[in-house]
């Protein structure tokens, strides 16, 4: 099992804490930069997820397309 993919829905305590550490300005920009592979539309809707990225230095947060609901992702690096 790859631990850096876990399963839709799981917030990683890591994860949680390196993202609480980033200032707000860097959250709204990531939330809004946001990458729809569906709809290709940039913004999340509330209630994404914060995942650890393979390497443990990033995050990756992933949420529902604000457009069009499908799976939108961002890298926080
Ligand atoms: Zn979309």
Redesign the pocket.
Known sequence: MNKSRPNNGVTEFEALKLWNEYPDHWKDMWLNNAY?M??K?TSLKPGYNVLMGSSGTYVLIEGN?A??G?V?TRTCD
């Open positions: 729809c569906k709809c539309g397309c457009q069009c499908g939108a």
